[in-house]
């Protein structure tokens, strides 16, 4: 397995869209020398973006943990998030009424600026008549709300009325300390979808609709063509399958989900191809 | 579609397997006229017993609730649960050692006389020495522990030690009231397949050990062959497929899972089918 | 269920996504008066569309079977075929080699103007040491090759050699006669991925990238929003949630797939839910 | 990872079940010092079964090849077939009429000897009234049909009647030379139930049935306990869950699809775990 220093890969591109854990960040902080890395593409002018499936926080909330360590870079504008188009989705298709949710309190900010009543799961009666006036249902995050009490409420729920179904986050787990991982908000959706036997409409990578919200955001800022752009991943199902699909260059890198000893097999098993693979963000 | 007299049909056979939910009891207690039945089977001579997917108690505590209701008929003997197979499995496959469950206190009665050691995940410490000694890990019901803890803390077991999974009882959800269900501990296993991707070892119907088991049970009283025996369900991808691929014939009713209106429809949308449908066991 | 007049509801766009099969025509032919409802369109300035998940010929030739009924406002620009996806996206990820497919001569149009080589799989020998030079595979069409040799050949292909796959129809099935379907090439994609355990990259409805890339196309013509695009299609699965996902209103037309009868328990079973329900595009 | 010899691990027991495929023979023809293997178990009163999902031949024609090849010890009476499992269902559930199926005319002898007429469905004739004669479908093998025309028969049967639907063998593919494979009748089986979305019923490892099946049948020889009984293969997910399952002990042999290399790999991340690991049978 041919190892490319990702300073060389990156050169030939004019715009990044990075993956945050497993790339930037692991659960224990920022990975080391990421701040170089950005001082390097802002010296060859080159953009750059956060791409994550991570709907818990708001981007701003997000850009304020990259800054509380010093990556400056990492600003707001240049988070993309599943969330994001979540909310898009409920803009376009949710006109009125009142939108349930699970998640905290911090993930609910993606529901604001929409003009709906939001209410959390573990708040809604069911025998209440204002039943009637909730229009859709979306999964945020995977804290805020009790497992037991509040996933048999969704299914009832979800049994009696008929309403879009929106996942903001598709992955199966994430990280919560250097040997733990909690699953995410994509796990209990599919053991949900699975339980009530319909159709919810997932947001984040690997589906195009993520990398065409940020190819169409970044497209705003200057004129990219889709050879412009290289992604940046540690997951081969969502990074590197959703960055080849949309029709960019793809770099794996090792410093996550894909450990060194077990990439080359990983690929040959899944034909999950990247054009790149790379220690890290470093090299 | 043709209703059949259920007393009709089940006069041509020596012995019955009843699904217990949706067949002799629901929600809101036995059904009504199910102890006219069970007379009625032994003034005919025709054997009966309970075929159950719940491990959530003993087929001692299984008998009492219906014995408290007046149906005398139903002793601890005429019960066989999918817990009975999970017990069964360890007796053969675990020798020594420790067997860490998922579920409450009575439904950990299935792990004793067992010479192992028992230890709910709740008890479970992750980086204690004597995690060495876990042999297998055993989901009994969806109660007893804390979901969000107690799964989170399970995928990271899982991740780590490599021990056989029993699931004993196969189940989506379960009624909780006239309306409401909750997922039963058959969905969360499914949850934390998906998550860990390992293969569990599942107990219960449509399992075709289920029925062997009851069988085998069976026939220590009395010398049955197949042909002799009916399976009553009101659940077409449990009982009736269970019973069809064991070479048993099969009653659907309709007074559980599978409404009167809908019947025709999802036999013939699922390609499963009963030998006869009857209204209830009453009739 | 309340059915909309389609003439009433489409007043309310600037342009109509057309799904083909069930909506335009069926296996006898070109639906009726699906002329007079273009005329409509033109009258009243609203532009339209085919989106199609058929790559078993070129838009060109799928307008010519149009133009052959007399419906000559479906020209070639008109439709927009999941096999324009796979297209692209070979431009964009494979720059040279050679690209094996399964399809008839009429499917492999789309790996034309490519500055790739092409071969069918039939025509290919393991054995032979220009298999180096294959980088990718695409399946395009369920005719023209042999399904036992040729389907084998690829199984044995991509278990030596690890190159995208990529699939240009994620239809299971299509319609042949009034009566009768035909295994899709998506169908035969699902096989083959089942088999070889890897993952492949699909297009076509439900897809957002199929969406995307129609939308795309047509703001080329004309500034529209996503709020001032309809889709109209008569599968739940395919056209409505992905006209749903990627936030344009939508319509279920029942002269196709989904009949009057179990539209409305289709919806409320799957959880897919249309904006508006008309009988077919001439009401 | 500890590699026992098999002899040393095979005393322990009064039977045992083997696989075939990658344990007694593979494409090229029976393992060297099989037979010498044999001639041990007989000196040590061991008696040995083999436990195959091929129904593409009778036990009969099976045990002429072991013949032919100078394994005299593999007489029909010691082969179980996952043929013989759906001869079993068919005999209980299926009195009268006509059984349709796919496969060659060395498969269809496990339809004889019942008193059901059978057709091939490249003979069948959708349209003619016999058809309502049809009672089952069952598929018996790979071979012996028209994979283009007969699948899409098939489908269009399912389509049209409702009538179970029997596997006779669950494999994914079978080895027909040293480097290639072919698609077995259980994968054709996904596709065709994945098509129509009926619930077929499968006979085979790593179902319970199978196993049970054998027990019964060697119990009728001896009064063999389930501890007293072997199961060794090649496959994790059919031989050595579906043992485990039974609540037999397993051994992993490494002479066919578990190559030595990926064996751990295997074990750990798919959680099916041997008792014993042994390169081959002739240890």
């Avoid at 802002?42 to 850009?63: C, G, K, M, W």
């Avoid at 080359?264 to 899944?270: A, D, G, L, N, R």
């Amino acid at each position: 397995m041919y190892l490319d220093s990702f300073k060389k890969v990156v050169r030939n591109y004019r715009a990044v869209f990075f993956d945050a854990f497993g790339v930037l960040k692991n659960a224990s902080g920022i990975l080391p020398q990421v701040q170089e890395t950005f001082t390097y593409l802002q010296e060859n002018n080159i953009a750059f973006y956060v791409l994550t499936n991570d709907a818990s926080r708001s981007p701003l909330q997000l850009a304020d943990f990259y800054q509380s360590k010093g990556i400056n870079d990492i600003t707001a504008d240049k988070i993309i998030s599943s969330g994001m188009l979540a909310r898009d989705y409920l803009r376009h298709k949710v006109k009125d009424g009142r939108v349930a949710y699970l998640g905290t309190k911090d993930s609910a900010v993606y529901l604001e600026a929409l003009e709906l009543m939001t209410i959390p799961i573990s708040k809604l009666d069911l025998n209440h008549r204002k039943m009637d006036e909730i229009r859709a249902l979306v999964l945020l995050d995977d804290e805020g709300f009790d497992w037991q009490l509040d996933l048999n409420k969704t299914i009832n729920l979800l049994r009696r009325t008929n309403v879009p179904v929106v996942v903001a986050n598709t992955d199966k787990t994430y990280p919560v300390s250097e040997n733990q991982v909690a699953a995410a908000i994509g796990s209990i959706a599919d053991l949900l979808e699975w339980i009530v036997g319909k159709t919810f409409i997932r947001f984040g990578k690997p589906d195009a609709q993520m990398f065409h919200f940020a190819f169409e955001h970044i497209k705003q800022e200057n004129d990219y063509q889709k050879d412009d752009v290289l992604m940046v991943g540690d997951t081969l199902h969502t990074d590197i399958l959703g960055g080849n699909k949309f029709g960019i260059d793809t770099v794996l890198v090792l410093s996550g989900n894909t450990i060194p000893d077990q990439a080359e097999f990983y690929i040959k098993t899944t034909g999950i191809i990247p054009d790149f693979i790379c220690e890290s963000i470093t090299t």
